[in-house]
Nanobody, 118 residues
């Protein structure tokens, strides 16, 4: 079973950037669709974006399109979430996920906190 560990969260001012990483182990990373989700306080977990097994195709939620970029390095078993032009409403715990698609998740990371100050 694949295991996922996120890193890279922190506190950043509005307009700034952060890059999250998600390292996978225990499975064949290249077989999985990878995705990022987030959960803000008092809200349900929501989809952020996803990439296919090779990284050649990505899809994003409208709320982050044009500001966030997902990439993956299959040689390093790692997926990244580059977040630019951050807004206070991006504040959340960010989770990476692996599965057959972003709607068929089989593994979740533990989450990493991102706080955007105004």
């Amino acid at each position: 079973q694949v295991q996922l560990v996120e890193s890279g969260g922190g506190v950043v001012q509005a307009g700034g950037s952060l890059r999250l990483s998600c390292a996978a182990s225990g499975g064949t990373f290249g077989n999985y669709v990878m995705a990022w989700f987030r959960q803000a306080p008092g809200k349900e977990r929501e989809f952020v974006g996803t990439t296919n097994w090779s990284g050649s195709s990505t899809h994003y939620a409208d709320s982050v399109k044009g500001r966030f970029t997902i990439s993956r390095d299959n040689a390093k078993n790692t997926v990244y979430l580059q977040m630019d032009s951050l807004k206070p409403e991006d504040t959340a715990v960010y989770y990476c996920a692996a599965g057959r698609s972003y709607t068929q998740v089989i593994a979740w990371g533990q989450g990493t906190q991102v706080t955007v100050s105004s």
